[in-house]
């Protein structure tokens, strides 16, 4: 009749050995990118926009976010130089570049006006699965759960009215989290056109708040660029503003490894949406250097990070409710 008691006992020491063995336990991403090269650095500064596009209402902070559990682009560090150098070139906002998951604690969130999240990949909290073994279950269990409720703080910074800026991979993250996912807006589903392809971009919107600043009266303009496709869902033009998109007829062909998968042809490349009281503004573009280098598309960037900040108004009623 004791085996009960012998068993609640040992119960008892588990769970102490492995409370003990959290809470001396404190991980963060760490990473080491390759520094950008002086020539980078030049042709960052020579496109770089003099001014910001609207005077912000109040001095901006932003973080700018980039750990990554999966794929790491060498881009990183590039797009960490051009969107600080611009907000101080151009006064938008300030920056705060930092990977240290303690940034989403719900008091430290709320200093900061948007957040970046420059190329992330996976669930960017946590370490790679690859490293699992290095980690006792007790201690992934415990990174597993901080890396749910940092994900949770962020979704709820936005609704509260904190702007989103999503960069690239940033739709390669968080696939087991629907509200992230809804957040975002949509889910990498492979790349049918690589770094090396040409492919020509539409402007959708040309009238739009952050289109019409940058782009003039352009219709497309070619660039060099990995492209995605998104999956199904939560991808959805019933719910998202459509700004950029891919002209597959006039881009090289893709690769016949990543068959397109999207029946409606639909290859979305830049959006905005509000999502409870904030604002959210993602682009896939940003895996090569020269993105980061580019004169439009940096001003391009500029205007989706003022669009989140709440310095820029721009409509976010879905593409699908104009065609109706
Ligand atoms: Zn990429």
């Known amino acids: ?34 520094p950008v090269p002086q020539e980078r650095l030049e042709a960052i500064e020579a496109a770089l926009p003099d001014i910001a596009l609207a005077v912000p209402d109040s001095p901006r902070k932003i973080l700018i976010f980039s750990a990554t559990a999966g794929f790491r682009h060498a881009s990183i560090a590039t797009g960490k130089v051009a969107l600080d150098r611009m907000g101080i070139k151009t006064g938008a906002y300030q920056t705060l570049i930092s990977d240290d998951p303690e940034n989403f604690e719900v008091d430290v969130l709320k200093t900061f006006d948007t957040v ?18 290095d980690f006792s279950d007790a201690q992934w269990n415990w990174l597993h759960a901080r890396h749910e409720r940092l994900i949770a703080n962020l979704v709820q910074f936005v609704h509260a009215g904190g702007g989103l800026v999503g960069i690239h991979a940033a739709t390669d993250s ?10 975002i807006g949509g889910y990498f589903w492979g790349h049918p056109w690589s770094w090396r392809h040409n492919v020509t971009v539409l402007i959708e919107d040309s009238e739009h708040a952050l289109i019409k600043p940058v782009f003039g009266d352009m219709s497309d303009f070619r660039i060099q660029e990995e492209i995605y496709q998104f999956k199904e869902e939560p991808y959805s033009r019933e719910k998202l503003r459509v700004l950029l998109s891919l002209d597959v007829e006039r881009s090289d062909e893709p690769m016949a490894k990543v068959p397109l ?30 993105i980061y280098t580019d004169p439009l598309l940096l001003k391009h960037f500029l205007a989706g990070i003022q669009f989140a900040t709440g310095d820029i108004e721009a409509d976010t009623s879905p593409s699908a409710s104009l065609e109706k």
Not at 4 to 19: E, K, T
Not at 116 to 133: A, G, H, I, W, Y
Not at 273 to 286: A, D, K, M
């Open 1 to 34: 009749m004791n085996y009960p008691i012998i068993s609640l006992f040992s119960f008892l020491l588990s769970v102490q050995f492995a409370f003990s063995d959290v809470t001396s336990f404190d991980w963060k991403p760490s990473f080491n990118d390759e």
């Open 116 to 133: 970046v999240l420059l190329s992330p990949t996976l669930d960017f909290f946590m370490p790679p699965n690859k490293l699992r073994e």
């Open 174 to 183: 968080c696939y087991e989290d629907e509200d992230y996912g809804n957040m």
């Open 261 to 290: 998968r999207r029946t409606c042809g639909d290859y979305a490349i830049s959006w905005v949406q509000s999502v409870g009281e904030g604002r959210v503004f993602y682009t896939n573009l940003g895996h090569n250097h020269h």
